[in-house]
């Protein structure tokens, strides 16, 4: 039995349930499930699954290589275009994406497994420590990339094969960006995200340069000096706030902070949930910081969102995981104050909410929720510091289609970007195409290098 005692506590399982509610949400396919799940695939020749790929990965021709018994073959066609195609296949919300588009769903309701087949395959390489790539000979140019999340690790690799030097620099004292630190531990388990960072650095030619922070340890300025181009992408690491009475209460936290102890902790019990929790948002971060406290023991767990369930970020499957795991979800709800007792918090009071004419409108009806840890996850934001002149947009990074900013020889890509979005394949897409017009304009320069040579 667990405990039920108030207050934000660690241990409030058993040890050995701790395992079993983290163990894999999505368990891998066997090679016999793999055949069967590649053979539902029709392989549209026009495929609508591609279209909706971010990274544009080939998922006819991929399937069809399982189908045939080459899983090799068939990772080299995933990793040509997403080269963290074995955490994209765990963490990526498929059911919004490529599996929505899957042509099975309109016959029978239930897409081809196309993620599970992603990870398969991908699996198989990554264990035999397949390397497609090779370097290009070097190319005597250097780039640095700012941030070793999905977009950092994408760019770095392609311009690595490339040819070119590359000097990644990261905050964190790992390297993954999001995958290490930003997703629920039972999506990615046994350490997964080091494997695949491993996996990616391997290709040689990429040298990383953990716990140094842009702003603080580096300017852009000096990176402009040292290297022949930069690559930004520094993800998110702000928070939004509340701005409400008592959000410095004890007890109130940010979810991404909650999600990341989470990711770095091995047995999972030192992890301190309180006894009834309410997390305030309706995208990923909401969903995964509530099923987690419900997995760690707490005994009432509620999403409070100010919208209704049709508005949110968080795709159906994931509210509905949420609910299995026994989370309340509530709707039409925005947080108005922390009530506190003795510095720590003791409930929430909550306005109900409605759409008056598109536009949300709070009603002035009332209640409070008994609450003694309450998470924030209602959006974050970027941290600029140490850009200099960089245009910024709505608190973003400005960026062509190729990813190039407002100053030469930068480009950037990722969440911090004016138009990204939270997801690691689409970050994954704009480091890799970011690398290839970083490669094209060092090539266009040659010419040039030369004749002055």
Known sequence: MGTTQSGILGGRLPLGEYESNFSDLHPPLDKHE??????????????PCMTACPTSIDIPLFIRQI?????????????????????????????????????????????VEIGRLQRYATDVAMKENKQFYTRAASSGRKVAVVGAGPAGLAAAHRLAVKGHDVVIYDARPKSGGLNEYGIAAYKSVDDFAQ???????????????????????????ELQEQYDAVFLGLGLAGVNALRLEGENAEGVEDAVD?????????????????????????????????????????????????RGKEHMNASEFEQDLAASKGVTIRHWLQPKRIAEKDGKVAGIELEYTTLEDGKLTATGETGIIAADQIFKAIGQSFLASGLGALKLEGGRIVTDAEGRTSIDNVWAGGDCVLGGEDLTVSAVAMGRDAAESINRAFAAAAPRASAVA
Do not use: H
Request: aromatic share 6%; net charge neutral.
């Open 34 to 47: 793999a055949l069967v799940a590649s053979d539902r695939c029709y392989f549209c020749y026009d495929a």
């Open 67 to 111: 189908s045939t018994g080459n899983p090799i073959g068939s990772a080299k066609t995933i990793f040509d275009q997403n080269i963290l195609g074995g955490m994209c296949a765990r963490v990526c919300p498929t059911e919004t994406l490529c599996e929505q588009a899957c042509v099975r769903n309109t016959a029978e309701e239930r897409p």
């Open 195 to 221: 494997k695949e960072v491993d996996y990616v650095l391997s290709i040689g030619g990429i040298e990383v340069r953990n716990g140094q922070a842009l702003g603080r340890d580096f300017t852009l300025a």
């Open 258 to 306: 909650f999600i990341a102890a989470l990711r770095q902790s091995k047995t999972k019990a030192d992890i301190p949930v309180g006894r009834r929790v309410v997390v305030l948002g309706g995208g990923m971060t909401a969903i995964d910081a509530a099923v987690q406290a419900k997995l760690l023991g707490a005994e009432e767990v509620t999403i409070c969102y100010r």
